[in-house]
């Protein structure tokens, strides 16, 4: 007994005692987010650009659909009003005042009535197709970017696995975890930041094309209003 109890305080006297200052020591061995960015290496520039430039469309084609999806729900009763009273003028006034898309396609459709109604539609429609261009402007970079951020994310991954091989091959014998790790840090990283902007571009662009759908529809709406009231018989 006595000999085991000598046993057991020497074991305990050998194994290392965790003190106030090591418990720091370890703490501040995580890694930053700004650290683990630098060890992706420069593919994470063109990563980088492209998160920036995905923000940056997704807000600015944000505002500019909202401004444009803002329609006044007594406009076409207004246009109906002017143009049974025959007031033509104070039409178009209307709808220059109220610059909204749908307002630019009826101002296009008033200065076409006496018309075919063919002619009338066809002219409308041409308006909805700049409007929708307008409003579209930008998306088909955010496509690409949602499927191009990944793309380099995995240029990246080959770009590490080759220097870890490389790496490794000129360590010969002495090959050990270090050695390999900054091959390693570049091909995860620059996976992980690739696939975060291209999901990232992928739903804000799948976001800002319903919100122009909603816009459309709302053109096709009132156009349709609008071709009704020129069917009415007088």
């Known amino acids: 007994m006595n000999s085991f109890l000598f046993m057991l305080a020497q074991t305990q006297g050998d194994m290392p005692v965790l003190t106030g200052d090591t418990t720091e020591e370890a703490a501040q061995t995580g890694i930053s987010f700004f650290d683990l960015a630098l060890k992706g290496g420069w593919i994470m ?3 980088a650009l492209l998160f920036i430039f995905a923000l940056y469309i997704f807000f600015e084609r944000f ?5 444009k999806s ?3 729900p007594g406009f076409m009763n207004r246009i109906k009003d002017y143009i ?3 007031k033509i003028d104070s039409a178009i006034n209307l709808c220059e005042q109220t610059k909204t898309p749908v307002a630019r396609m009826i101002e296009k459709g008033i200065t076409r009535l006496g018309r075919p109604l063919e002619d ?9 197709n700049l409007e929708i261009a307008k409003m579209e402007k930008g998306l088909a970079f955010l496509a690409t970017i949602s499927g191009g951020a990944p793309m380099i994310g995995f240029l990246g ?8 091989f490389y790496d490794m091959a000129n360590a ?10 900054n091959g390693i840090y570049t091909a995860m990283v620059t996976t992980v930041a690739g696939l975060i902007v291209g999901i990232i571009a992928y739903f804000a662009y799948n976001f800002l094309v319903a919100r122009v759908d909603k816009v459309v529809h709302k053109m096709e709406s009132s156009t349709m209003e609008f ?8």
Do not use: Y
Not at 172 to 181: A, E, K, W
Not at 227 to 234: K, V
């Open 120 to 128: 009338v539609n066809a002219a409308i429609e041409n308006v909805g």
């Open 172 to 181: 010969g014998n002495n090959i050990d975890v270090g050695l390999l790790s």
């Open 157 to 164: 991954t080959v770009i590490g696995m080759i220097r870890a």
């Open 45 to 47: 520039i063109p990563i």
């Open 227 to 234: 071709l009704d009231l020129l069917n009415e018989p007088a």
């Open 63 to 67: 505002l500019v659909i909202k401004q």
């Open 70 to 72: 803002k329609v006044d």
């Open 84 to 86: 049974s009273d025959n």
